[in-house]
């Protein structure tokens, strides 16, 4: 037990002597284990984590969110009860989020757009977010 003790206070230093199995089973380092090398033809080659999930991207990070803009607000809110929908519907970033959401109640408070439903006008634009709607 002591051995075993000793040898895993020790394996940092070995780290560099360690075989490419032993990295792809996961016994490597965490760095090691992010890019996992095969070996073709003698030749190692490094490939990405085929489980890592894509970041996801935020739609509205590089447009102005204008309270006027009642066709793109329109987009993130509900066609049959007008309700604001959340993040992680939207795929939006937190600061976008609270943008949006505040242009939609500016643009209820002024007029501007329906509180109760979305506007016929806009129910067969394009859709911004991975959101489904139900087509009547």
């Known amino acids: ?38 070996q073709q033809d003698g030749v190692l080659l490094k490939m990405d984590n085929p489980y890592e999930k894509s970041p996801r991207r935020c739609v509205l990070c590089n447009i102005a969110v204008d309270f006027r803009n009642v066709q793109l607000l329109s987009q993130f809110i509900s066609p049959f ?29 002024m007029g501007f757009m329906s509180v109760t439903h979305k506007h016929p006008q806009f129910m067969k634009d394009p859709r911004v977010c991975g959101m489904k709607h139900l087509d009547n």
């Open 1 to 38: 037990m002591l051995g075993l003790r000793v040898l895993r206070r020790l394996s940092p230093v070995f780290s560099p002597f360690r075989t490419t199995s032993q990295v792809a089973c996961g016994r490597g380092s965490p760095s090691a284990s992010a890019n996992v090398a095969q």
């Open 81 to 109: 009860s007008g309700r604001i929908y959340g993040r992680r519907i939207t795929g939006l970033c937190g600061r976008k989020q609270k943008e949006i959401s505040k242009a939609i109640k500016k643009a209820h408070s």
